[in-house]
């Protein structure tokens, strides 16, 4: 099978076909982003049960002790960061855990996730690019010799179990836990510093959480509707096909805008509107669609209820110190820092 086409410029193309081809680039095969059926089936069924429902709920005891490590931390910093001290801090300790990454290698899981994110934009800078293979290179070293010793010696963990019964080469598990590694993290930190930034902007909605708590599953579904942490994904034509009007030609690649979708206001109404309460703020698109659809989307989910909940339950003010800034990426929406003034709630028990 051809796989399909690249839907980055052919200038970034052209330097990723000209890197050291062992490295794993998260959106290139046979990373399961990249993959058709058959291969596509076959990698997607060896990771889907560690991220059905049942198994997200397993982690929920993870999660929440990880939230409480990472506030604990947070209430005592003098000057706390939003991003890197919390958003970024907690996805990170849950993904690492997932991937078997022990306690003191985790931070450096975040440099190379966050180094290696603009693979996934549109047009990376030469500099961010370049920045992406140090990283990729630094992660694919530690991931070969992690790969080595969880064949040694395997553990309770999705990447041992794809190890010991998936039947992947080492490019694959490879390329596929560096996919794994980016999405279990940088979308979570996106969702969860997209989302404290509408509720600071949105006074009132906070109020109506903090007011009932069992908003916020729906709430955390629409700071992914509202203020998506992906906005933009690709497909390939697989026929000549006319779309309102467009004629789209067999092996065209289309871009997909996932956050102006989320705006529809046939589908949404009112659609510039943030709303905790929106009854259908579940059907957006952030997640994707079809057989690509996030993998982790429940434990997205999970983990964004829990930690921002968390967050608004143990401090009762929280001032951001400055008009927060966008991350240089056109596709990974999110933010560069949110530096933050905390106060804790007067009756908060640790």
């Not at 947070?74 to 855990?97: N, R, T």
């Not at 905790?276 to 964004?304: D, Q």
Request: a negative charge; glycine letters at 6%.
């Amino acid at each position: 099978m051809v796989p399909p086409k690249d839907a980055r410029p052919k200038p970034v193309q052209w330097l990723l076909e000209r890197t050291d081809p062992g490295l794993p680039d998260p959106i290139a095969p046979p990373s399961m982003l990249r993959v058709d059926p058959p291969a596509h089936t076959r990698y997607r069924r060896l990771v889907t049960k560690p991220f059905n429902h049942r198994a997200v709920e397993k982690l929920r005891e993870r999660v929440l002790t990880e939230t409480d490590r990472v506030l604990v931390d947070l209430a005592a910093m003098p000057a706390p960061e939003l991003m890197a001290d919390f958003a970024v801090k907690l996805p990170v300790a849950v993904i690492g855990a997932i991937l078997g990454v022990p306690d003191d290698v985790r931070p450096r899981l975040a440099d190379w996730g966050t180094s290696a994110a603009p693979l996934l934009d549109l047009c990376p800078s030469w500099p961010a690019f370049r920045t992406a293979i140090s990283g990729l290179e630094e992660g694919a070293a530690y991931f070969a010799e992690h790969i080595e010793a969880l064949r040694r010696a395997p553990e309770d963990n999705v990447l041992s179990d794809l190890i010991a019964n998936g039947g992947l080469d080492d490019r694959e598990l490879l390329t596929n836990a560096a996919l794994l590694l980016g999405a279990g993290f940088e979308t979570t930190a996106n969702l969860l510093g997209n989302g404290i930034v509408a509720l600071q902007s949105h006074p009132e909605q906070c109020e109506l959480l903090r007011a009932d708590p069992t908003l916020w599953a729906t709430a955390v579904d629409e700071i992914l509707r509202f203020d998506s942490p992906v906005q933009v994904t690709a497909r390939v034509a697989t026929c000549d096909v006319t779309v309102e009007g467009q004629d789209i030609d067999k092996g065209t690649v289309v871009l997909i805008l996932l956050g102006g979708a989320n705006h529809d206001p046939a589908v949404f109404p009112d659609p510039d509107r943030f709303d905790v309460t929106r009854p259908n703020a579940r059907e957006h698109l952030s997640f994707g669609s079809g057989i690509h659809t996030c993998l982790g989307a429940n434990l997205a989910r999970m983990e964004g209820t829990i930690a921002l909940r968390a967050l608004y339950d143990r401090f009762s003010e929280i001032t951001l110190d400055v008009v927060p800034a966008r991350r240089p990426s056109v596709n990974m929406h999110g933010w560069a820092a949110l530096p933050a003034a905390l106060i804790e709630q007067p009756t908060f028990t640790y």
